[in-house]
């Protein structure tokens, strides 16, 4: 199992299997990351990951549509396209 803090929502933290989609374990766990479509088209769940960025799965291009390179850059990236296989802490 691993570990997904959600810093924005009081720091919880939860347990995930690895390679969750970490919108899906947000929802599923009630873990704050704001929403609208869940597919890469709004860029409502963009998050930043402030810890455990090495556990992050590849930048996907609908990431690249809402987000800047400055942002990419700085750690953010879209909940609902990104898969975690180790322990990361977010905030939104």
Same mark, same amino acid.
Not at 13 to 29: F, G, K
Not at 59 to 76: M, N, P, V, W
């Given at each position: @199992?691993?570990?997904?803090?959600?810093?924005?929502?009081?720091?919880?933290? *939860? &347990?995930?299997?690895?390679?969750?989609?970490?919108?899906? *374990?947000?929802?599923?766990?009630?873990?704050?990351?704001?929403?609208? #479509?869940?597919?890469?088209?709004?860029?409502?769940?963009? #998050?930043?990951?402030?810890?455990?960025?090495?556990?992050? &799965? &590849?930048?996907?291009?609908?990431?690249?549509?809402?987000?800047?390179? &400055?942002?990419?850059?700085?750690?953010?990236? @879209?909940? #609902?396209?990104?898969?975690?296989?180790?322990?990361?802490?977010?905030?939104?």
């Amino acid at each position: @199992m691993i570990q997904i803090t959600f810093l924005s929502n009081g720091g919880k933290t *939860v &347990d995930a299997q690895p390679n969750s989609n970490l919108l899906r *374990v947000s929802l599923r766990e009630q873990g704050g990351i704001p929403f609208k #479509c869940g597919g890469g088209l709004c860029g409502t769940c963009k #998050c930043k990951v402030e810890q455990g960025r090495e556990n992050t &799965d &590849d930048i996907k291009q609908k990431e690249r549509r809402h987000l800047s390179a &400055d942002e990419l850059a700085a750690g953010y990236r @879209m909940a #609902c396209q990104t898969f975690v296989n180790g322990n990361v802490s977010v905030s939104w």
